[in-house]
């Protein structure tokens, strides 16, 4: 038995030196110091031997135990230094390497264009006025004087909802009746942008979701001259101060008259280009003197009120101050064009 503990103790140490990985200790616990052990056995089996033996066995098998257990112990620690060092080695800190640099968010070109926008009204006078991208067909239509079936509700197909007759807005242009409801009969000088939604179909020049600016003047004695010389001046702080602009006649149902504002082709400086068709110019808003009717859905008696209204695309204004040339990479969210502005 003696001679059985010295193999026990041999076979267990030869063991444990071949093993490399600390999970495997475990393992080499139970299998040489467990219940089930063979060491354990020669616990269980002095029993049967006569008095003269067991002291010797005893002894010596508990000489066994205390080295297997320091062994592990110092296994244990041999591989944690070792696992230590390695990381050491593969995961080296330089601290005298500059830090990370941490990427800055920035607005949005749109965002960048609709505060300039914000920031000339404002000057002028115009107060910036929220209002809603979920619309009822009666503000997105009928009270900017379309009536159901009228042949102009074509030209601004939308998105209709599950509920009847809500729907989301093609224009900001509902966002003038809710102002006027909420003023009158005090006089208007708003602002309204916001995104708008149409049902379109999608290409270089069109997308389905975009924002405008809608403006929106109610007041006594209010004109076209108004109307022309705010748009006029606004376009000179917008592009350039001797930028060139005209006025076009033009039919929107919710003005009369109606007329759209371009301005000077700045590529060809109006020569005529592929930008600008040929035609040496760039269409940049709608506008109009306010509809009797629409003034009326808004609470201003015609007889008494004028007022004017203009409405333009951020998208396409950004696309002429940057020369981009497709209006689908504004919402794309693609960073390699975000981080160009
Ligand atoms: N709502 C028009 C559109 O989306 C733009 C517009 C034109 C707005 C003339 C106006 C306006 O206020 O007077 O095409």
Known sequence: ????????????????????????????????????????????????????????????????RQALEAALEQKQAALKLAALQSSLDTEKLDVTLPGRTISRGRLHPVTQTLRRI????????????????????????????????HPA?????????DKEGVILRTHTSPGQIHAMREYHPDPIRV??????????????????????????????NITFGDLKGTLTDFARRL?????????????????????????????????????????????????GMVHPNVLRYGGYDPEEYSGYAFGMGPERITMLLHQIEDIRYFWRNDLRFLEQF
Request: proline fraction near 3%; charge should be negative.
């Open 1 to 64: 038995m003696l001679k059985q503990l010295e193999q026990i103790r041999k076979d267990a140490l030869a063991e444990l030196e071949n093993t490399q990985i600390q999970d495997e200790l475990h393992q080499w616990r139970s299998k040489n110091l467990g219940n089930k052990s063979p060491l354990m056995g020669v616990f269980t089996e002095m029993r049967d031997l006569s008095k003269e033996e067991r002291p010797k066995v005893g002894k010596l098998a508990n000489e066994v």
């Open 118 to 149: 914000y920031a000339i009204f404002a000057e002028m006078g115009f107060q910036v006025y929220r209002s809603r991208e979920v619309e009822s067909d009666d503000y997105n239509f009928t009270f900017l004087n379309m009536p159901a079936h």
């Open 153 to 161: 509700r074509d030209m601004w197909d939308t998105f209709y909802t």
């Open 191 to 220: 602002i309204l942008p916001g995104m708008c939604f149409r049902y379109e179909q999608v290409s270089t020049r069109a997308e389905m979701q975009f924002t405008q600016v809608e403006g929106l003047a109610v007041g006594y």
């Open 239 to 287: 592009f350039d101060a001797d930028v060139r602009t005209r006025f076009r006649a033009s039919h929107f149902p919710f003005t009369e008259p109606s007329a759209e504002m371009d301005v000077e082709c700045f590529i060809c400086g109006g020569e005529g280009c592929s930008v600008c068709k040929q035609t040496g110019w760039l269409e940049i808003l709608g506008s």
